[in-house]
C-alpha cells in the first residue's frame, strides 16, 4: 500500500473546500455557532474540522472508505493484520481488545505494573483479574518487566487463563522480553496483549527497542498521543496472527468505540502514521541523540543520576528518550522539584514521586526545551545549596516492594457491599472497597476486594503526605479510604466469588 496516503487527512481537506451544509450533529455547523471566547482561542478551523465520518468526512453510507482504507494502510505499517484507531485513548483501546479475549467471569493474567485500565476493565466485566508480579529495581524503587519464570508458575497455576496482559515498555522505558513471553503464552494456548501506550514508534526507528509485535506478541495498545504527535485521546489498536479472533476484536471495537468519533483525532492518526512510515527513523534519531545528550549533562549534575542501560535487567532494553532521575541524594522529594519547576520555571516533568523525576523526549521536544530543563535543574541546586529549605526535607517511603497484591474477595462483590470509610491510617487489616492510583504512571496501589495491609497504608500515607496524586478517590482530601464495611459482613460466596 502507498504510505504516503492519508485517506482521512485528504477528505477532511476537501470539506475544507467544500463545505458540507448540516442539518444535523454536530450542532456548531462547522464553526457558524461556536462558545464564547472560542474563537479567540482555538479558531474557526478546528470547529470546521469537527465534522461526522459518515455526511462529513465521507458519504451517508462511508462508500468512500476513507476510514477502511486509512486502518488498512496502517496495519500495514505496523506490520499487523489488523488495525483500528481509537479516540478515547489507549483505555478504550485495551477495554476492547480484553472484551475481544474474555467473557464474564473468565481468568486474566494482568502484569502488576498495569495501568488502572486494565483493572478497571477486569472489575466491570467481573474478570477474575489474576496479577503477575514484575520485577522490583530495589536500588531505583522502580517496577520493570515481568520474568519469562513468574509468567510460567502464573500460567501453571491459572491453566484456564484467556490471555496475558503485559506493559512493555513501563513509564519508564524498560521493556520485557517480549519474545520468550509470547511462547509462553502460545506453548498454552493464549494471546499475549502488549500494552505498548509509550511505545508506538518502536516499529519506525532501529534505534528505539523492538516493536512487540516483531517478538511474537498477538496484540499492541499504542497511544499515538503521547509522544508521537497526534490529539490527545489518539490510541491504535493492531492484532496479528491467528490466536486472536478478529471478528470478534472488530465486533469489540464496534462495541466501544462512539458512533460519532472526532475527526480531527482521526485524521491526526491518519497524518501521524504516515510521517512515521516515511520518515521515523529520521525524526526518532534525532529525539534519541537528544536525550542521549540531556542523560550525560544530568548525570553529571552533583546528587542527581539517570537511569540507564547499565541498570538493566537481562534480556530487557530501554527507551532512552524516557530520562528517569533519581533525587534523592538531595534529600527533597521529586513532587517538591517538580513543583517548584513548574513555579519558577514553567517546566512540567512527565512524572515525579518520592524519589523521581522523570523528563519524557518527544517528536515535539525541541533543543530549546531541554536548555530550559538543564538551567532548571541547575538553578535548583545553586538554591539548594545556598539555602537548603527551600524546599521541604524528603521524609523516608517505603519502597515499591513492600506492597502486596492480595485479593481478600472479589472486586465486584467489594464494590457493590456494604461499604464505609474509615482513615487511611486506620485502614489496615481491611478491605478496599475503592481503587486508589497515584498518577502518573497511573498504577493501582489498592483495588476493590484487596487486603489492605500495614505496609500499603506506610507507602500510601507517606506519598500522600510527600504530594502524590491520586485520580480520582472517593475522598479527595486523600484522608479516608473506602472500605467493605466489616469482615463480618462478608459471606463464603463473596470470598469466594
Known amino acids: 500500500m502507498d504510505q504516503k496516503s492519508a485517506p482521512l487527512v485528504d477528505s477532511l481537506a476537501a470539506i475544507e473546500k467544500k463545505p458540507v451544509i448540516g442539518f444535523g450533529a454536530p ?21 470546521q474540522a469537527d465534522v461526522l465520518t459518515p455526511k462529513g468526512l465521507d458519504d451517508r453510507t462511508e462508500g468512500k472508505l476513507a476510514l477502511q482504507r486509512a486502518h488498512e494502510i496502517a496495519a500495514e505499517a505496523w506490520n499487523a493484520d489488523f488495525c483500528r484507531f481509537v479516540t478515547g485513548g489507549s483505555t478504550q483501546s485495551l477495554h476492547t481488545v480484553m472484551a475481544a479475549v474474555t467473557a464474564p467471569g473468565d481468568t486474566i493474567l494482568i502484569a502488576a505494573n498495569a495501568h488502572k485500565a486494565e483493572r478497571t476493565y477486569a472489575l466491570a466485566a467481573g474478570l477474575d483479574a489474576v496479577i503477575v508480579p514484575v520485577q522490583v529495581d530495589d536500588a531505583w524503587d522502580i517496577e520493570n518487566g515481568v520474568e519469562p519464570e513468574a509468567l510460567l508458575a502464573m500460567l501453571t497455576a491459572n491453566p484456564s487463563a484467556k490471555a496475558f496482559v503485559l506493559v512493555s515498555p513501563t513509564y519508564y522505558g524498560v521493556t520485557s522480553d517480549v519474545a520468550a513471553l509470547a511462547d509462553i503464552c502460545h506453548d498454552h494456548g493464549i494471546p499475549l496483549i502488549v500494552d505498548a501506550a509509550w511505545g508506538g ?4 526507528c532501529e534505534g528505539l527497542p523492538d516493536d512487540p509485535l516483531t517478538k511474537g506478541a498477538d496484540v499492541a495498545v499504542y497511544s499515538a498521543h503521547k509522544t508521537m504527535g497526534a490529539l490527545a485521546q489518539a490510541s491504535v489498536i493492531v492484532a496479528k496472527g491467528n490466536l486472536i479472533d478478529r471478528q470478534r476484536l472488530w465486533m469489540a471495537y ?17 497524518a501521524t502514521r504516515r510521517d512515521h512510515a516515511l520518515n521515523g527513523e529520521q525524526m526518532w534519531s534525532g529525539v534519541i541523540s537528544l536525550a542521549e545528550g540531556l542523560r ?77 530543563l538543564v538551567r532548571g535543574l541547575h538553578d535548583l541546586l545553586r538554591q539548594l545549596a545556598a539555602d537548603p529549605s527551600i524546599l521541604p526535607r524528603a521524609r523516608a517511603v517505603p519502597g515499591i516492594a513492600t506492597l502486596s497484591v492480595e485479593m481478600a474477595m472479589s472486586g465486584p462483590a467489594a464494590m457493590s457491599g456494604s461499604v464505609g470509610m474509615v482513615r487511611y491510617e486506620d485502614a489496615a487489616g481491611r478491605i478496599a472497597a475503592e481503587m486508589i492510583a497515584p498518577a502518573p504512571p497511573g498504577v493501582p496501589r489498592l483495588v476493590p476486594g484487596q487486603r489492605i495491609t500495614p505496609a500499603h497504608v506506610a507507602w500510601l500515607t507517606a506519598n500522600r503526605d510527600a504530594g502524590a496524586f491520586v485520580m480520582d478517590p472517593v475522598d479527595p482530601t486523600d484522608t479516608t479510604v473506602r472500605v467493605v464495611q466489616s469482615a463480618s459482613t462478608i459471606t463464603p460466596d463473596q470470598q469466594n466469588a
Not at 514508534?201 to 519506525?204: I, L, S, V
Not at 462512539?258 to 483525532?265: A, G, L
Open 27 to 47: 450542532g456548531h455547523n462547522q464553526g457558524a455557532a461556536m462558545p464564547t471566547g472560542m474563537r479567540r482561542l482555538l479558531g474557526k478551523r478546528i470547529f
Open 201 to 204: 514508534a518502536f516499529a519506525f
Open 254 to 270: 464496534e462495541l466501544f468505540e462512539t458512533t460519532s468519533p472526532s475527526v480531527p483525532i482521526l485524521a491526526t492518526l491518519d
Open 296 to 372: 550525560m549533562t544530568i548525570n553529571a549534575m552533583p546528587g542527581l543520576r539517570v537511569f540507564g542501560r547499565e541498570h538493566l535487567p537481562p534480556d530487557t532494553d530501554l527507551d532512552v528518550t524516557k530520562v528517569l532521575v533519581d533525587v534523592s541524594a538531595l534529600g527533597v522529594s521529586g513532587y517538591a522539584i517538580d513543583d517548584w519547576l513548574y513555579e519558577h520555571h514553567r517546566i512540567s516533568m512527565g512524572l515525579s514521586d518520592a524519589r523521581h523525576l522523570l523528563a519524557v523526549l518527544s517528536l515535539g521536544t525541541t533543543r530549546s526545551d531541554v536548555r530550559k
